[in-house]
């Protein structure tokens, strides 16, 4: 009897130190410099993906303003959120974010997200993709 209280304490406990367990994502700490540190170059006013898509990331507005066609966050719905879906690979190559298809690689440029930054976007869109 004890030990398995004691086996669900330790579960809590582990749950608490991960991300699949709904650690409370913030946009401010936790979002956003992934994406400043991944994407701003090419989709801030002034860069490429910007002029193609009109999608910038420069702020909260800009990224749940999303592209010329419309949005690309819609909350508690990562699987319906074009901007998770282009990170987590589940797109046609082309798409990745950023941009890391055979072509895009043999220019130099971009690398996939870790595992980890997909997973802080889903969480984050699934908890109601708040300006937190
Ligand atoms: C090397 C430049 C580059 C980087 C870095 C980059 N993008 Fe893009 N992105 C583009 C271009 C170019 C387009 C337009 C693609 C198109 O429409 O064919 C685009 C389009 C998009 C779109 C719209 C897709 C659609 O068709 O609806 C999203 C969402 C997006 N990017 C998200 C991101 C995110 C998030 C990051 C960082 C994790 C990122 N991008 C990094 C160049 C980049």
Not at 26 to 46: G, R, W
Not at 79 to 99: C, K
Not at 103 to 114: F, H, K, N, P, V
């Amino acid at each position: 009897m004890a030990s398995k209280i004691f086996f669900k304490v330790g579960m809590l406990a582990l749950c608490l130190g991960l991300l699949g367990c709904e650690r409370k994502i913030s946009f401010a700490d936790d979002v956003q410099p992934i994406f400043l540190a991944n994407c701003i170059e090419c989709h801030d006013k002034s860069a490429e993906g910007y002029a193609t898509s009109g999608f910038s990331l420069d702020d909260y507005d800009s990224v749940m303003k999303g592209t010329n066609f419309g949005p690309v966050v819609i909350a508690n719905s990562s699987a319906s959120s074009a901007l998770y879906l282009v990170v987590a690979h589940q797109t046609s190559p082309e798409i990745h974010m950023p941009p890391h298809h055979k072509a895009a690689l043999a220019e130099g440029r971009g690398s996939a997200l870790s595992d980890d930054q997909v997973e802080i976007i889903r969480v984050w869109i699934d908890q109601g993709a708040l300006n937190n």
